[in-house]
């Protein structure tokens, strides 16, 4: 079982940038696929990035491609989300959430465990 913290969300001006971590408790972080989700208020929850257990492979939905990053050190069990380039648009509360199959999916059904969510908001 995996529990995840996540951290590292506030406020940053339009443009700006911001990086989330998530921590990740368990021996098994490095097998599981991490995700990254948000939810806007009055929106169903979206997908943003997703990254393989191993680090080589990501992906991203593509109003954020170009902008964000997810990455992974698998060492400390934390993986990121560096936000650059925020837009108003951006504004949600993030979470993180590990997929103990690997598949690195788009879809929250397929994520096992959750993070409790840290609030982004952006000024314009």
């Known amino acids: 079982q995996v529990q995840l913290v996540e951290s590292g969300g506030g406020l940053v001006q339009a443009g700006g940038s911001l990086r989330l971590s998530c921590a990740a408790s368990g021996r098994t972080f490095r097998t599981y696929a991490m995700g990254w989700f948000r939810q806007a208020p009055g929106k169903e929850r979206e997908f943003v990035a997703a990254i393989s257990a191993g680090g080589s492979r990501t992906s991203y939905t593509d109003s954020v491609k170009g902008r964000f990053t997810i990455s992974r050190d698998n060492a400390n069990n934390t993986v990121y989300l560096q936000m650059n380039s925020v837009k108003p648009e951006d504004k949600a509360v993030y979470y993180c959430?590990?997929?103990?199959?690997?598949?690195?999916?788009?879809?929250?059904?397929?994520?096992?465990?959750w993070g409790q969510g840290t609030q982004v908001t952006v000024s314009s």
């Open positions: 959430a590990a997929d103990q199959y690997g598949l690195r999916s788009m879809t929250s059904h397929d994520y096992e465990y």
